[in-house]
Structure formats: structure tokens, C-alpha cells
């Protein structure tokens, strides 16, 4: 399918062709999120799961699962868990970032206040360790417990990498590795293990979600210094003001000269921005090709999850996988 000639986006057209799983999905969550005792809880989750998010993380459990041939029915558990993990960290990231709005919406914490955003996140990772926990399958269990790890170290690595002009490339990845791309290949490796997959077809799986979860973050930071704030839903230079070290950043101090090093040791590392340093920002990644690099680094990911989806059985579903990596990176082509 050409992107530049589709009228439906990849995420939509796989929506459609798992909507009968998705239904389910979303029965469940709202099933589980229920609270007889705490009526606070649904509210907030209420807020976040229903704010119009895509669903990418259990859909890639659904279309894992499937690819390889499964009928059901933990499927649908196992992605409940996936979205459940995933609200419960968007909650707690509002609150660490002191957000005040995520999908055009006021965020949990502006609503409400921190505390219940944190106790709500608390119970959304007790309720996924219940679901995961339903399958009776441990090696399931395993992966989806190490991700929730993964993603919690992930976001304390950030703490300490975010405004250190010393974080190289490496160490992004991590962080990458840990806040977004864990879930993602969690979600398509559990789908291939329920699904009693093959290691070779399962590492496959692995591969993709973690390539696709690299390119999706490095597409999210490129567009963070080059973006239409109508199409991506945040302003240009939000993570520039928010003194996050991002790829472009990291690439563009590494070839600093001395008088760069102190302008961006300046606007990062102690938060002293005046006016016009966004731009004079840009102008430096630009100076250093550092977008065109971090473009590059996102087009290789992308690339890298394609090859790895092209080992599994060809279906329909596989061939809306391998679109939707071409789609997370046509955003920058």
C-alpha cells in the first residue's frame, strides 16, 4: 500500500481488521477498571482511556497473536494489560512531568491533583498484573512483568540523563529503550509466545516492536525541533523549554565548540533560557546536521522493523505491520 496515496492510515485500516478483538479489549478495560469502593478510580481512568488514544500497544498484541495463528482467547487479556501498563505510566509521567495537557485534553493531575494520579497508576499496574497473570502462562508472565521494570528504570535513567550534556547516544537509547519501545516489544512478543510461536518467529516479533518503539520516540523528538503544532498536538521547542536532551540535542553537542558547549550547558543543564534561544538552538542543529542525522536514525529503525516482520507467515496482517512503520516515520520523509 502507498502512504502518500491511502485516504486510511495503517493504525485505522489495522483497527478495522481487528475490531472484534479490539471490542473485547475495550470491554475488558472497562471491566477491570471498574471499582466498587473507590469511585475516583474509573473516573480519572475514564479521563485517559477514553481521551481518543490509537490503541497501538494492545492492537500490536491482537496482530502478534494472530499472525502466528492464534484463536484466542488471552489474547485480549494480554492486551488489556499492554493499555493498562501504558495509561498507568501516562499518569505517572504527568505528574513527574508537571503536564498540563496530553491529546488536547487537561491532564489527570490538573483535574484531579497528583496524589490521585500516582494512587490511580498504582492500581492500573495492580489490575495489569492480574490480567497478565490469567493466561497461566509464565513465560508470558516474565516478559510482561521484566517490561514494567524496564519502563520504570527507563523513566529514572531519564531523571538523571535529561539535562546531563554528558548522556551520549547510548544512553538515549536506553532511555528509549526503557520509556517507549518495552511495551511495544512486549506487546508483540507476548502476542507471538500466547500464540505458541516458534523463538525464531517470537524473536522476529521482539525485534519489530522494539525497532518500531525506537522509531516512533525518534520521530516523536525530531518533530519536537521541526514539527506542525496542528499535526503533532505539541509545540515546537516544548522539549527544548523543557530541557530534555533528545537525540537532535545529544548529536548537536557532540560537535559543539566551546561557545556552543556554554549555550547549551546554559539552556539544558541550567535552565537559563532567554528569548531567541529556541531559534538559535534550531540553527545549531541545523549547523551540525543533526536533524538530518536523527531523521536517518529513524528511517534505519523503521527499517530494521520491516526486515524483522518479513520472516513471519505473509497475511494481511502482516503487511499492516510492516505499513505501520513506514507510517511512524513518513511524518519526516
Not at 492486551?79 to 488536547?104: C, K, M, N, P, Y
Not at 512483568?145 to 537509547?173: K, M, W
Not at 529503550?177 to 518495552?182: E, I, M, P, V, Y
Request: net charge negative; hydrophobic share 45%; glycine share 6%.
Amino acid at each position: 500500500m502507498s502512504l502518500d496515496n491511502a485516504t486510511t492510515k495503517p493504525h485505522e485500516e489495522l483497527a478495522r481488521a481487528l475490531d472484534d478483538g479490539m471490542t473485547a479489549v475495550n470491554a475488558l478495560i472497562r471491566d477491570r477498571m471498574a471499582s466498587e469502593h473507590a469511585p475516583r478510580i474509573p473516573e480519572v481512568t475514564a479521563h485517559l482511556v477514553e481521551a481518543g488514544g490509537k490503541r497501538l500497544r494492545p492492537m500490536l498484541v491482537l496482530a502478534a497473536a494472530r499472525i502466528c495463528g492464534y484463536p484466542g482467547p488471552y489474547d485480549v487479556h494480554l492486551a488489556a494489560t499492554v493499555e493498562f501498563i501504558h495509561t498507568a505510566t501516562l499518569l505517572h509521567d504527568d505528574v513527574v512531568d508537571e503536564s498540563r495537557q496530553r491529546r488536547g485534553r487537561p491532564t489527570a493531575n490538573l483535574l484531579w491533583d497528583n496524589k490521585s494520579s500516582v494512587l490511580v497508576g498504582d492500581y492500573l499496574f495492580a489490575r495489569a498484573f492480574q490480567l497478565m497473570v490469567e493466561p497461566g502462562n509464565l513465560r508470558v508472565l516474565s516478559i510482561l512483568s521484566n517490561a514494567a521494570a524496564t519502563i520504570a528504570e527507563g523513566e529514572v535513567l531519564q531523571l538523571s540523563a535529561a539535562q546531563d550534556l554528558r548522556t551520549s547516544e547510548d544512553i538515549y537509547l536506553k532511555v528509549v529503550r526503557g520509556k517507549t519501545a518495552a511495551l511495544f516489544s512486549a506487546a508483540t512478543e507476548a502476542g507471538g509466545v500466547i500464540a505458541g510461536a516458534n523463538n525464531d518467529q517470537v524473536q522476529a516479533l521482539f525485534d519489530y516492536g522494539d525497532a518500531l518503539g525506537i522509531a516512533f520516540q525518534i520521530v516523536d523528538d525530531l518533530l519536537d525541533y521541526q514539527g506542525d503544532a496542528k499535526a503533532t498536538g505539541k509545540n515546537v521547542g516544548d522539549d527544548f523549554r523543557e530541557r530534555k536532551l533528545t537525540l537532535p540535542v545529544i548529536k548537536a553537542v557532540a560537535k559543539a565548540d566551546d561557545e556552543e558547549r556554554a549555550f547549551w550547558a546554559r539552556t539544558i543543564e541550567k535552565g537559563k533560557q532567554e528569548d531567541g534561544d529556541l531559534e538559535h538552538a534550531i540553527t545549531l542543529l541545523n549547523k551540525h546536521d543533526a536533524l538530518e542525522e536523527t531523521r536517518a536514525d529513524a528511517l534505519a529503525w523503521a527499517a530494521k522493523a520491516k526486515a524483522a516482520m518479513a520472516t513471519l507467515p505473509q497475511s494481511d496482517l502482516r503487511r499492516m505491520l510492516i505499513d505501520l512503520a513506514d507510517y511512524v516515520v513518513a511524518r519526516i520523509n
